[in-house]
C-alpha cells in the first residue's frame, strides 16, 4: 500500500485517486493468540458476530477525503459498487441491494438510511448461519435450529451480552 501511495504521488495523481484498503470478511480462526486480528471482537471468518463480518474500511483520497477522519456510517460490501459508479458517473442498475455512501467517505453527513443489512453463510455446507443488522441492534442465528440471538452493538460491540431473552419483541 505504500508503494502503491509512493507512485500515485509521484506521479501526480494523488488528487483524482481513491485508494480503498477493505477486506471481504474477518481473519481466520489460525493463531488467534499470536496475531489477535479481531481484537476484542466476536468470531472470525465464516460467523456471524462482529469479528467474522466487521472489517476496517481505510481510505485516502487527499484534498478529497479528511486526513484522519472517521464516519458513523454503517454500510456492507455490496454499498461499492454503487459508490464507484457514483465516482464515475455511472449509472446502476436498480436491482443491486447496495446504496452509494460516497457522502460517508467525503465526510458529509451519510446519505445511506438505516435499513435491514443481512448475512448468511453455509446454506450449501449443513450449518447455515444467519445475522440481520438494523441500526445498533443485531440478530444472529448462529446454527441450524438454533435459538437467535440479540446484541446492542452500541453498547456491546464485543457481542457479550445476550438480549434476546429480555427482548423477545
Known amino acids: 500500500v505504500g508503494r502503491i501511495r509512493t507512485l500515485v504521488r509521484e506521479l501526480g495523481l494523488q488528487e483524482d485517486t481513491l485508494i ?3 477486506s471481504d470478511n474477518g481473519p481466520l480462526e489460525q493463531a488467534p493468540e499470536l496475531f489477535d486480528s479481531n481484537g476484542s471482537l466476536r468470531g472470525y ?3 456471524m458476530y462482529e469479528g467474522g463480518i466487521r472489517v476496517p474500511f481505510v481510505v485516502c483520497w ?3 477525503v479528511p ?8 454500510f456492507a460490501f455490496w454499498d461499492l459498487l454503487p459508490t464507484f459508479a457514483e465516482l464515475a458517473g455511472a449509472s446502476v442498475p436498480h436491482a443491486l441491494d447496495g446504496r452509494s455512501v460516497l457522502d460517508a467517505l467525503l465526510g458529509r453527513k451519510p446519505s445511506v438510511e438505516e435499513r435491514l443489512l443481512y448475512w448468511d453463510y453455509g446454506h450449501t455446507r449443513g450449518n ?3 445475522a440481520v443488522r438494523l441500526g445498533d441492534w443485531k440478530v444472529v442465528r448462529p446454527g441450524p ?3 437467535v440471538e440479540l446484541y446492542d452493538l452500541a453498547n456491546d460491540p464485543v457481542e457479550s451480552n445476550n438480549l434476546a431473552e429480555a427482548n423477545p419483541e
Open 20 to 22: 480503498v484498503f477493505t
Open 45 to 47: 471468518k465464516r460467523d
Open 62 to 64: 487527499p484534498g478529497r
Open 67 to 74: 486526513a484522519g477522519s472517521t464516519s458513523p456510517a454503517v
Open 128 to 130: 447455515f448461519m444467519q
Open 145 to 147: 435450529g438454533a435459538a
